[in-house]
């Protein structure tokens, strides 16, 4: 059984900080990861994607990678109280588990 | 565009019921999955529905079943339920060349008593 791992939290961050998520996988041949976003109570939305080492930018979102440490991660800069969600980590598969599989997810708080 | 689209939002059922959940793709996505959320658990693939075809299936029992039609709208069934079927029921569709990019509907929250 392939697994994805995350801290569940609750991670809390000041206003203005920077949130650090992270994730391992256990499948040394995954090739793309993702990072979605579930606010409470409302269904998960895709907010990133990476598929090679290093680092990958979208607005104060940062992806990084390194699959030789089957690790994941997602910089929040700048946090923000309505970043406060659950980031969950998935990484692509494709058998009984489905095309993805899912961390069971950290949940961020921004305070103010 | 209109998103993914699953009805009921809420249900309530007692032991050895039978119920059905239903869900509208995006337009143009011809795959459907279907995940069952909880809190211990997180997200558990139930399967996936591609051309009225169950391309995939996760570690569920028999009593969990699907199907899609023509129109890529999908159908889940649960017989004979279980207190410990109650969850989030999540349906999320993709486009085929981007199976891993899924899309979300609201979800049914099942409460089984």
């Known amino acids: 059984q392939k697994e994805v791992e995350q801290n569940s939290g609750p991670l809390s961050v000041p206003e203005g900080a920077i949130a650090s998520l992270n994730c391992t996988y256990s499948d040394r041949g995954s090739q793309s990861f993702f990072w979605y976003r579930q606010y409470s109570g409302k269904s998960p939305e895709l907010i990133m994607s990476i598929y090679s080492n290093g680092d990958k930018e979208d607005g104060r979102f940062t992806a990084q990678l390194n699959k030789a440490s089957q690790y994941v991660s997602l910089l929040i800069r700048d946090s923000q109280p309505s970043d406060s969600a659950t980031y969950l980590c998935?990484?692509?598969?494709?058998?009984?588990?489905?095309?993805?599989?899912f961390g069971k997810g950290t949940k961020l708080s921004v305070k103010p | 565009k209109a998103g993914v689209t699953q009805t009921p939002r809420y249900l309530i059922k007692t032991r050895g019921q039978q119920v059905t959940l239903s869900c509208s793709p995006i337009?143009?996505?011809?795959?459907v999955s279907w995940y069952q959320q909880t809190p211990g658990q997180g997200l558990q693939f139930l399967f996936e529905y591609f051309s009225e075809t169950q391309r995939n299936k996760g570690n569920f029992p028999g009593r969990f079943s699907g199907r899609q039609f023509s129109n890529s709208r999908s159908e889940m069934n649960v017989s004979t339920l279980e207190l410990g079927d109650s969850a989030l029921y999540l349906c999320a569709s993709s486009l085929e060349g981007a199976r891993e990019k899924l899309f979300f509907g609201s979800g049914t929250q099942l409460s089984v008593l």
């Open positions: 337009s143009g996505h011809r795959s």
């Open positions: 998935a990484v692509n598969s494709w058998g009984s588990q489905g095309n993805l599989i």
